[in-house]
């Protein structure tokens, strides 16, 4: 078992920028491959990024590549997920996940599990 949570969420307005953190305990950490999803309402969840155990590879969703940035400390057990330039479109609940064995690394089946979620809201 792995037990994920997240913090750092808050309402920001456009063009501003939040650093999520989610915190895991349970298993060894570098283990794992670690992701972040998002979820609007009546929207599914999406891929926003994820990360290698190791931290040395990394991927995103085109939506966020280039303000996004997905990094963890395998020594805190901690992944984190710095936004930059907000956009009200990247409002929704965010999650982190996590997974032993990743093909795509980008579909929520792939893991295994996941935190609570934390909400971002960004305001035009």
């Known amino acids: 078992q792995v037990q994920l949570v997240e913090s750092g969420g808050g309402l920001v307005q456009a063009g501003g920028s939040l650093r999520l953190s989610c915190a895991a305990a349970?298993?060894?950490?570098?283990?794992?491959?670690m992701g972040w999803f998002r979820q609007a309402p009546g929207k599914e969840r999406e891929f926003v990024a994820a990360?290698?155990?190791?931290?040395?590879?990394?991927r995103y969703a085109d939506s966020v590549k280039g303000r996004f940035t997905i990094s963890r400390d395998n020594a805190k057990n901690t992944v984190y997920l710095q936004m930059n330039s907000l956009k009200p479109e990247d409002t929704a609940v965010y999650y982190c996940?996590?997974?032993?064995?990743?093909?795509?690394?980008?579909?929520?089946?792939?893991?295994?599990?996941w935190g609570q979620g934390t909400q971002v809201t960004v305001s035009s």
């Open positions: 990360i290698s155990g190791s931290g040395g590879s990394t």
């Open positions: 349970g298993r060894t950490f570098s283990n794992y491959f």
């Open positions: 996940a996590a997974s032993i064995v990743a093909t795509t690394w980008r579909q929520p089946y792939e893991y295994d599990y």
